[in-house]
């Protein structure tokens, strides 16, 4: 998909044989200058473009390994390339096995099952073993298990470490039930897999079907299971672009994530983060920077964090330390919108970041208070996004989010307006999460937040604790470690 020359037009991006015209301006960056240039316009303009890569797919959808999702990647990548002397734009390309299908019938009876992201297709057939406690730990499984079928429980761990665990002892396969009722869910082992054989062929099934198996076994009984699942391999692409202006060794590093659930065309989840990002990049092109600034758009964020994982995991130290904070951004625009802060000074929930994540939260409670004018509150900094990864990594990070599936409360409602007792967004992860959908008013104050501490950055890190390399070093409080036993993060994996 090759970007129109009119669409750059529309943002004043004067353009000659499909490449704009460059440098823009020499003046250094500033807040002011560079929020004056994002447009409410030239959001939704894009928001409807995403939306059209969406259902143009036969998928409907922009979600990895389709073709929405090729084209969202194949978009940014051709809006950055348009300033070849103001940006280096690469595609880190990321393999990844997609989940087809899958068929299961267990003693004989037909079983619904649903295909399982990053495992491979495969045939099993064999008997059913029950792995107690989650399957989280090596101790949980038998020694051997070859032959087997391993049935395990969703939950405190990803998937992928307790497929590779029963993997590691000779299961051929794994059916992982849901650890609440309901419907079969998009299930992804949410674990990049260090090697091919790390994951057997994996089904998802239901909570009933799966405690039904397990008692059935613990009362003496035979199950028997044949899972039959397909898969496809692909290549998926984060996108990287990065100022090749400004002082390369300390980076303001901005990101946000470019694919979508199966569910819809994602627009606000997160076509809005993407989105504000892409203006903000062509925009900064009217400005120098005293600061390298790098875009990423990440993929698989769905999946698991995958992307912006696989991206970290390939920075060595020095690259490391080379990032002086990761700003990341997603749910932009939602109808029932709060001003969201993570709380990265853990002022709020006690969680906190790694040195300069407090001061990044400070940066944008000054922009909601004293630019913008508006109330905010605070989120959680619990890492279930991409800045997760980076913070494990010991990288400073911070974001703002317009809130997901949570309930407006009648506090949040005297702050904000729209509704108390309904969701910030109805359509969260949903058909119905379009670009018609979205609330304009927040979106233009959340884009211009993200100008106003890219800007920021871009022009110094006077703000931040010094670098040094004591500071960075991987997040391991023991606050995280309780938080990552309770029951609301045990919900969310
Ligand atoms: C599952 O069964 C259906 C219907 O029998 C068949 O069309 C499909 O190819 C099977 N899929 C797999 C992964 O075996
Ligand atoms: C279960 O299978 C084993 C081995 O195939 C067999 O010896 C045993 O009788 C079976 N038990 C039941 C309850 O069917
Ligand atoms: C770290 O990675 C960068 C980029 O790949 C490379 O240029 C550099 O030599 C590496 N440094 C070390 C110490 O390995
Ligand atoms: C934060 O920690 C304190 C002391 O451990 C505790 O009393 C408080 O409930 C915690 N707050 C939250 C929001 O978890
Ligand atoms: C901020 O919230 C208070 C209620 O806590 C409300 O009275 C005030 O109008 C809000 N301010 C703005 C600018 O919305
Ligand atoms: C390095 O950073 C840490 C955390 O900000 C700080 O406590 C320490 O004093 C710094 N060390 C040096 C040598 O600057
Ligand atoms: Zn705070």
Redesign the pocket.
């Known amino acids: 998909m090759k970007v129109s020359v009119a669409t750059l037009a529309a943002v004043g991006v004067t353009v000659v044989n499909g490449v704009a015209i460059e440098p823009r301006g020499n003046k250094l960056v500033t807040s002011e200058g560079l929020r004056k240039l994002i447009k409410v316009k030239a959001l939704e303009e894009k928001a409807h473009l995403f939306e059209r890569f969406a259902y143009d797919s036969p998928d409907k959808n922009r979600v990895i390994g389709s073709e929405g999702h090729q084209a969202t990647i194949d978009y940014i990548t051709n809006t950055v390339k348009k300033f070849p002397k103001y940006y280096d734009v690469y595609q880190q390309p990321m393999p990844l096995s997609v989940g087809?299908?899958?068929?299961l019938t267990v003693n004989g009876e037909d079983v619904a099952v649903d295909a399982v992201g990053l495992a491979p297709?495969g045939s099993a057939s064999g008997p059913v073993v029950a792995i107690p406690n989650l399957g989280c730990e090596e101790a949980d499984f038998p020694d051997d298990l070859s032959g087997s079928i391993a049935l395990i429980a969703r939950g405190t761990c990803v998937s992928g470490e307790k497929v590779a665990f029963a993997t590691s002892k000779g299961a051929i396969g794994v059916l992982i039930y849901n650890n609440v009722e309901g419907d079969l869910l998009g299930y992804s082992l949410q674990r990049y897999p260090e090697s091919d054989s790390d994951y057997v062929p994996t089904g998802g099934i239901t909570q009933a079907a799966g405690e039904g198996f397990a008692s059935l076994l613990a009362s003496g009984g035979n199950v028997t299971a044949q899972l039959?699942?397909?898969a496809k391999d692909i290549t998926t692409y984060n996108i990287i672009a990065q100022t090749k202006g400004g002082d390369q060794d300390n980076v303001i590093h901005v990101s946000g994530h470019s694919d979508s659930v199966a569910q819809g065309p994602g627009i606000n989840d997160n076509g809005s983060g993407s989105i504000s990002l892409l203006e903000i990049a062509i925009q900064l092109t009217h400005f120098s920077v005293k600061n390298a600034v790098r875009f990423s758009w990440w993929t698989a964020e769905e999946e698991g964090l995958l992307g912006a994982e696989y991206y970290v995991k390939s920075l060595n130290q020095t690259e490391k330390e080379k990032i002086r904070l990761l700003l990341d951004f997603d749910m932009m625009a939602s109808p029932n919108y709060a001003f969201q802060i993570y709380d990265g000074d853990g002022s709020a929930f006690n969680l906190t970041g790694p040195a300069g994540s407090a001061e990044a939260e400070a940066e944008f409670a000054y922009y909601f208070d004293s630019i913008a004018k508006v109330n905010h509150t605070e989120i959680e900094f619990d890492g279930r996004s991409d800045y997760g990864p980076f913070l494990d990594a010991g990288i400073a990070a911070g974001g703002i989010a317009c809130g997901a599936e949570g309930i407006k409360t009648q506090e949040e409602f005297e702050m904000f307006g729209g509704a108390a007792g309904v969701p910030y967004d109805v359509n969260y992860h949903e058909d119905g999460d379009t670009a018609n959908n979205l609330n304009y008013d927040a979106w233009i104050v959340m884009a211009r937040a993200i100008a106003h501490s890219t800007a920021t950055y871009a022009r110094s890190f006077d703000s931040l604790p010094p670098k040094n390399s004591t500071a960075i070093k991987a997040r391991s409080d023991a606050k995280m470690f309780e938080y990552k036993k309770s029951a609301r993060y045990l919900s969310m994996i």
């Not at 087809?100 to 068929?103: G, I, R």
């Open positions: 087809v299908s899958a068929n297709g039959t699942t397909t």
